[in-house]
């Protein structure tokens, strides 16, 4: 398969994905209240903390702003129970490697949001439906 | 001798006494048989559901498929006003993001992984969500009369030529049908569960309430067998971020590590 029809793929299935798990009724917690699902927005940065945790994985970023100081923001990701089924591993994303997330923001304007992509420096891609 | 034969007497009052208790007592609570070889083999003869199943509505290569939502529930006219109400005090989430479990019928449509086991007289179902365990006896046993309220209620269930058929009563007031719909102390849940193929089941879950619903509702799933996966375990207050306040706001408590 040709890149981009495979980009082009891969973007078509974490949209299915992110829809998909909104749209269940009784996932842990309901995503639209906290976190705007209708905005994406995308930070690059250091990675300071991954909490391989349920209900939901954290990732903690250091990530430089506008005036040069290090900011700590926070994302926050699926479980690690249905990450591990579909190819991530505790060890997928580890203190200091560099990384562009993409992600829904909070709507309380905090510095963080829900996780969807990480583009790592490597060109390797964990998603929230999967690591590819 | 006569004094003998009082003292007989009285001896065999009382042992008819205890006797008769004892009988009453087990009348109440039979204490089931432990199961011999002969029920273990019969286990070989039920329709195969045991392992570890999950709806296959989230995945990765196009596993996943959308499903269109369930139907609503019809309610009865005080139901529906307790809806509105309910509604209308416009609350972000549920409890759920507080960690509470979300007891029958929610905890049975969970985007996670159930494991079924069968031993005999009884079908045991693992819920990987909030780390959940039903219990479904099958030795014949009826339903308690008033049983105490659970988030899962109380079930027994029987088979139905290749159906498994679990009827489940007694459920806590902090349970819903739906989001903000209350049920009544007499809804009642039976579920048919059933092998589609080789690893696919379905389940059809008819919620009863005739305080609530204005008539039976219905919805079905089905789920994936994937016999490679184990249920993991799965803590919710481990880190869990997401809150609902009690004025019904939702918000992530946002602490950076080491601060």
């Known amino acids: 398969m040709r890149p981009i029809a495979r980009a082009a793929r891969r973007t078509l299935l974490v949209a299915a994905m992110i829809g998909g798990v909104a749209a269940l009724a009784w996932s842990h917690h309901a995503a639209a209240p906290v976190f705007d699902m209708s905005a994406e927005k995308t930070v690059t940065g250091v990675v300071k903390q991954v909490d391989w945790t349920n209900p939901h994985i954290w990732i903690w970023l250091e990530v430089q702003n506008a005036s040069g100081q290090a900011e700590t923001w926070g994302f926050e990701g699926m479980s690690p129970n249905f990450l591990a089924r579909r190819g991530w591993t505790r060890t997928s994303l580890m203190p200091g490697m560099r990384i562009t997330v993409t992600f829904r923001p909070l709507r309380d304007g905090k510095s963080g949001g829900m996780f969807m992509t990480g583009k790592l420096e490597d060109g390797k891609v964990l998603t929230s439906a999967g690591a590819e | ?259």
């Open chain 2, 1 to 259: 001798m006569i004094h003998d034969r009082a003292m007989r007497r009285t001896i065999f009052i009382v042992l008819l006494l205890i006797t008769a208790a004892a009988i009453s007592t087990a009348a109440q609570h039979s204490i089931p048989k432990p199961p011999a070889a002969a029920d273990w083999a019969a286990l070989a003869r039920l329709p195969d559901l045991t392992g570890v199943w999950e709806a296959p509505t989230v995945g990765r290569g196009g596993r996943g498929r959308a499903v269109a939502p369930p139907p609503e529930p019809q309610l009865t006219p005080a139901y529906a006003v307790k809806k509105r109400e309910l509604d209308a005090r416009n609350s972000d989430d549920t409890e759920a993001a507080n960690c509470l479990p979300t007891g029958m019928p929610a905890i049975m449509g969970h985007p996670y992984p159930y494991e079924f086991l069968l031993t005999p007289g009884k079908v045991t179902i693992v819920s990987e969500a909030y780390m959940q365990v039903r219990h479904v006896y099958t030795d014949g046993r009826p339903l308690p009369a008033d049983p105490d309220p659970t988030f899962n209620g109380t079930s027994v269930g029987r088979w139905d030529g290749g159906t498994l058929v679990v009827e489940t009563i007694g459920f806590s007031p902090l349970t819903t049908i739906t989001r903000n719909t209350p049920h009544s102390d007499k809804m009642r849940i039976v579920e048919r569960f059933h092998l589609t193929g080789p690893d696919t089941m379905s389940i059809e879950t008819t919620v009863i309430d005739p305080e609530a619903l204005a008539r039976p509702w219905t919805t079905t799933r089905t789920l994936a067998r994937h016999r490679d996966w184990t249920i993991r375990e799965y803590i919710c207050e481990e880190n869990n971020r997401n809150f609902l306040d009690a004025q019904g706001k939702a918000g992530v408590k946002l602490t950076a590590p080491g601060k």
